[in-house]
């Protein structure tokens, strides 16, 4: 059970690139989100999903674009990266949406834009 | 969501009890409390949660007041490893809502 894995690890972009962020989980979980935390500061959620095929916006969903084709799989796609989207992205998995149910986090993507 | 209030920081020497408060005074009755902890570089962790009761688990203990507009996560032997940033998150019972992350609690700890 590998629980949220995250690739890749650390990504340097130039102004304008196009990439995407993969996140996997394994243990069924229905509802799959995207964090963004900027150095000191809490982190801020990007997009989430309650399910394959639903998406939603969280605070911060300008510059990025998400699917949900799987269960397992949420990535995350920049557009065209920007200096302002220097960050440490987290993805996070649970059961379900609802207050009984812990959130699993994955270990982070490391991304700079130049 | 509800918001949450926690202090910035705080210190505690090694191997003493550690209790640490959050306060949620306008938390609604179908709202569960969330704990949730960050170590240097590393993603959040989950700590512990729950709606009226108090609760222990391996890492820490929840002591939930009778109004249920203040809480307090107890970290019994405070380790050098549990110097790390913790959040308190209120989650509704139903519906789909993010966790919603404030500035959490800055937690030192001094061998």
């Known amino acids: 059970n590998a629980g949220v894995t995250q690739t890749p690890k650390f990504q340097v972009l130039k102004t304008g690139q196009s990439m995407t962020l993969q996140c996997a989980q394994d243990?069924?979980?229905?509802?799959m989100s995207w964090y963004r935390q900027d150095p000191g500061m809490g982190l801020r959620l990007i997009h989430y999903?309650?399910?394959?095929?639903?998406?939603d916006q969280g605070e911060v969903p300008n510059g990025y674009n998400v699917s949900r084709s799987t269960t397992e799989d949420f990535p995350l796609r920049l557009l065209s990266a920007a200096p302002s989207q220097t960050s440490v992205y987290f993805c996070?998995?649970?059961?379900?949406?609802?207050?009984?149910?812990?959130?699993?986090f994955g270990p982070g993507t490391r991304l700079t834009v130049l | 969501d509800a918001k949450t209030t926690q202090p910035n920081s705080m210190e505690s020497n090694e191997e003493e009890p550690v209790h640490l408060p959050c306060n949620h005074s306008?938390?609604?009755?179908?709202?569960?409390i969330h704990w949730y902890r960050q170590l240097p570089s590393q993603g959040p962790e989950y700590v512990i949660h729950?709606?009226?009761s108090n609760v222990n688990n391996r890492m820490a203990s929840l002591a939930i007041a009778e109004d249920r507009k203040s809480s307090t996560l107890i970290l019994h032997r405070a380790t050098l490893r549990d110097a790390a940033v913790y959040y308190c998150?209120?989650?509704?019972?139903?519906?789909?809502?993010?966790?919603?992350f404030g500035k959490g609690t800055r937690l030192s700890v001094i061998a």
């Open positions: 999903s309650v399910g394959a095929g639903i998406t």
């Open positions: 998150i209120l989650r509704a019972l139903s519906g789909n809502t993010p966790l919603v």
């Open positions: 243990m069924n979980h229905e509802y």
């Open positions: 306008t938390i609604s009755g179908t709202d569960y």
């Open positions: 729950g709606l009226t």
């Open positions: 996070a998995s649970s059961y379900s949406g609802g207050g009984r149910n812990e959130q699993f």
